[in-house]
C-alpha cells in the first residue's frame, strides 16, 4: 500500500469518532436542559427551579446496599437549597412518613445552603413503608416565600459517593453472605 493510500486510511479511522458524534443529533441528551440532582426534581416549563427556588441536589439517604429502612424507622433528608432573594423551609412533608423539622431553615440571599450538614435537619419518621434504595418519595417543601414546592426524590443506597455520610437511624444490616454447600463440602475435609 502507498503511503498515500496509508494517510486516507489513517484520516478516515481518526474521523470515524467524531463523525460518529455527530450522528446524535438534535436530540442528544446534551441539547436538552437538565438539573444536576439526583432527582430532576425542580424542572418546570422546561426552566429549571420553581418560583425562585433551586434545589441543585435532593436524596433521601436510604440504607447500605443489600439492606433497608424498617417499616416504622426514620430516613434522613438531604437538600442543597439556593434562593436569590433569600428564604426560609418552614416545613416538609412527605407520602412515606412524618418529616419532622427541628427548626425553620434559612436560606441566605444567593447562598447554596445544605439541609443534611452538618447534621441532617430533616428527619423522615414513622416510614409506611420499608426502604431499600432506589425508591422514589414525594416530598412537599413549604418555604415563606416561593411557598410549596413538591419534588419526586430519590432514596439512594449509603454507597459510592453516599458512603461517607452517617448511617440513617436504626437501618437494618445486609445480610451476611452464607458459604454455598459445595464450598462447606470441598473445604471440610480438609
Given at each position: 500500500m502507498t503511503s498515500r493510500r496509508?494517510?486516507?486510511?489513517?484520516?478516515?479511522?481518526?474521523?470515524a469518532p467524531v463523525l460518529a458524534g455527530c450522528a446524535a443529533g438534535f436530540d442528544a441528551n446534551t441539547n436538552k436542559p437538565y438539573a444536576p440532582v439526583e432527582a430532576g426534581a425542580l424542572i418546570e416549563n422546561g426552566a429549571y427551579g420553581a418560583r425562585g427556588v433551586q434545589i441543585p441536589q435532593a436524596f433521601i439517604l436510604g440504607?447500605?446496599?443489600?439492606?433497608?429502612?424498617?417499616?416504622?424507622?426514620?430516613?434522613?433528608?438531604?437538600?442543597n437549597v439556593i434562593s436569590p432573594a433569600g428564604d426560609a423551609i418552614q416545613a416538609v412533608s412527605s407520602d412515606v412518613g412524618a418529616a419532622k423539622l427541628a427548626t425553620p431553615i434559612t436560606i441566605p440571599a444567593g447562598v447554596l445552603t445544605s439541609t443534611g450538614k452538618p447534621t441532617p435537619q430533616i428527619i423522615i419518621q414513622g416510614l409506611s413503608k420499608p426502604l431499600h434504595g432506589g425508591e422514589s418519595v414525594r416530598l412537599s417543601v413549604q418555604f415563606a416565600k416561593a411557598g410549596q414546592v413538591d419534588l419526586h426524590v430519590p432514596v439512594v443506597t449509603r454507597s459510592r459517593e453516599f458512603a461517607a455520610y452517617p448511617a440513617a437511624p436504626g437501618a437494618t444490616p445486609a445480610p451476611s453472605p452464607s458459604p454455598s454447600a459445595s464450598h462447606t463440602a470441598t473445604t471440610g475435609g480438609h
Amino acid at each position: 500500500m502507498t503511503s498515500r493510500r496509508w494517510i486516507v486510511a489513517a484520516a478516515a479511522f481518526l474521523a470515524a469518532p467524531v463523525l460518529a458524534g455527530c450522528a446524535a443529533g438534535f436530540d442528544a441528551n446534551t441539547n436538552k436542559p437538565y438539573a444536576p440532582v439526583e432527582a430532576g426534581a425542580l424542572i418546570e416549563n422546561g426552566a429549571y427551579g420553581a418560583r425562585g427556588v433551586q434545589i441543585p441536589q435532593a436524596f433521601i439517604l436510604g440504607p447500605d446496599a443489600g439492606a433497608q429502612l424498617a417499616q416504622g424507622g426514620q430516613a434522613p433528608v438531604y437538600l442543597n437549597v439556593i434562593s436569590p432573594a433569600g428564604d426560609a423551609i418552614q416545613a416538609v412533608s412527605s407520602d412515606v412518613g412524618a418529616a419532622k423539622l427541628a427548626t425553620p431553615i434559612t436560606i441566605p440571599a444567593g447562598v447554596l445552603t445544605s439541609t443534611g450538614k452538618p447534621t441532617p435537619q430533616i428527619i423522615i419518621q414513622g416510614l409506611s413503608k420499608p426502604l431499600h434504595g432506589g425508591e422514589s418519595v414525594r416530598l412537599s417543601v413549604q418555604f415563606a416565600k416561593a411557598g410549596q414546592v413538591d419534588l419526586h426524590v430519590p432514596v439512594v443506597t449509603r454507597s459510592r459517593e453516599f458512603a461517607a455520610y452517617p448511617a440513617a437511624p436504626g437501618a437494618t444490616p445486609a445480610p451476611s453472605p452464607s458459604p454455598s454447600a459445595s464450598h462447606t463440602a470441598t473445604t471440610g475435609g480438609h
